[in-house]
């Protein structure tokens, strides 16, 4: 069994910051590349941005200069920073990993469960 547990969403004012943490837990052999997806009301889900096991990151155009994508390999844990936040960020934001599971050393691709995050004022 592996979980994907997502934690650090909320609401902000327009120019603030975020901070969301997804720490996978389980049989977990191996961690290849790990991302952040959102959904907004009546969209379909998007990729924000991605990191792969190297550290080598990728970001939608549109959250490119103000989100930072970082990985702790260590901790099995991924983190998206958002900075200068916009009402149009706002979204269900999903983790999501290529986990090699331990009990087989198969590949599959995991979600969490997902967290809100409200731009207002």
């Known amino acids: 069994q592996v979980q994907l547990v997502e934690s650090g969403g909320g609401l902000v004012q327009p120019g603030g910051s975020l901070r969301l943490s997804c720490a996978a837990s389980?049989?977990?052999?191996?961690?290849?590349?790990m991302g952040w997806y959102r959904q907004a009301p009546g969209k379909q889900r998007e990729l924000v941005a991605a990191i792969t096991s190297g550290g080598s990151t990728n970001y939608a155009d549109s959250v490119k200069g103000r989100f930072t994508i970082s990985r702790d390999n260590a901790k099995n844990t991924v983190y998206l920073q958002m900075n200068s936040l916009k009402p149009e960020d706002t979204a269900v934001y999903y983790c999501?990993?290529?986990?090699?599971?331990?009990?087989?050393?198969?590949?599959?691709?995991?979600w969490g469960q997902g967290t809100q995050v409200t731009v207002s004022s």
């Open positions: 999501n990993a290529d986990i090699r599971v331990g009990a087989t050393m198969l590949r599959y691709d995991y």
């Open positions: 389980g049989s977990i052999f191996s961690i290849n590349a």
